[in-house]
């Protein structure tokens, strides 16, 4: 069955330390995968997809087939980061397939 | 640019009572949907639809109601409110294709009680 898994529903870390919040996903064939963003008061909204291979306000995800995972890193983490981070997948009917969130808490 | 735009933001309802949330884009989109979001369980799939006059179910589709008469509008429908209805709905749009960014609006809180 397709699925995203988020294992960590809250993710608190300090101003600076680097941070990565995880995806993995089951899918059968070649997914597209995407990382969207809710700030406080915000609408949800996409931060990066890995077909982009973009970096995002210092965000970056890399596509791991073997492990399938796309982990969200970043090196230096900032306050305003704080944010619900949402994992997903585009399946064969362009579907959003999401995972749970994890609720990402920067400490100043 | 308006975007999505999705009405009302809060809502009470008592259980039985029937009510539309209302989502409107104006970026031509082909694909909308709407989505509940519970604590824990992500965004969950309600209803779908490809175009106007073609909607579909998704993964929660009882107790909802919608249609697309307009490429613009895609109305969700609660026939009869129960607590389980409980949650945040969110409508969202996207062009076809599967690389393209869903457009999401603010979302709705609805309490039924």
């Known amino acids: 069955a397709q699925r995203v898994t988020q294992p960590e529903k809250l993710l608190s870390v300090f101003k600076g330390a680097p941070v990565e919040l995880k995806c993995n996903y089951s899918?059968?064939?070649?997914?597209?995968l995407f990382w969207y963003v809710q700030y406080s008061r915000q609408r949800l909204q996409l931060l990066l997809r890995?077909?982009?291979?973009?970096s995002i306000k210092g965000f970056t995800a890399d596509l791991n087939k073997g492990e399938t995972s796309f982990h969200l890193k970043k090196p230096f983490a900032q306050e305003e980061d704080s944010a619900m981070y949402y994992c997903?997948?585009?399946?064969?009917?362009?579907?959003?397939?999401w995972g749970a969130g994890t609720k990402l808490i920067i400490k100043p | 640019n308006a975007g999505v735009t999705q009405t009302p933001k809060f809502q009470v309802l008592k259980t039985g009572q029937s009510m539309t949330l209302q989502c409107a884009q104006d970026?031509?989109?082909?694909?909308m949907s709407w989505y509940r979001q519970d604590p824990g369980m992500g965004l969950r799939l309600i209803h779908y639809?490809?175009?106007?006059?073609?909607?579909d179910q998704g993964e929660v589709p009882n107790g909802y109601n919608v249609s697309r008469s307009t490429t613009e509008d895609f109305p969700l429908r609660l026939l009869s409110a129960a607590p389980s209805q409980t949650s945040v709905y969110f409508c969202?749009?996207?062009?076809?294709?599967?690389?393209?960014?869903?457009?999401f609006g603010q979302g709705t809180r609805l309490t039924v009680v």
């Open positions: 969202a749009s996207s062009s076809q294709g599967v690389n393209t960014e869903a457009f």
């Open positions: 970026m031509n989109h082909e694909y």
């Open positions: 639809s490809v175009g106007a006059g073609i909607t």
């Open positions: 899918y059968s064939g070649s997914p597209e």
């Open positions: 890995h077909i982009s291979r973009e």
């Open positions: 997903a997948l585009t399946d064969s009917n362009y579907q959003l397939i």
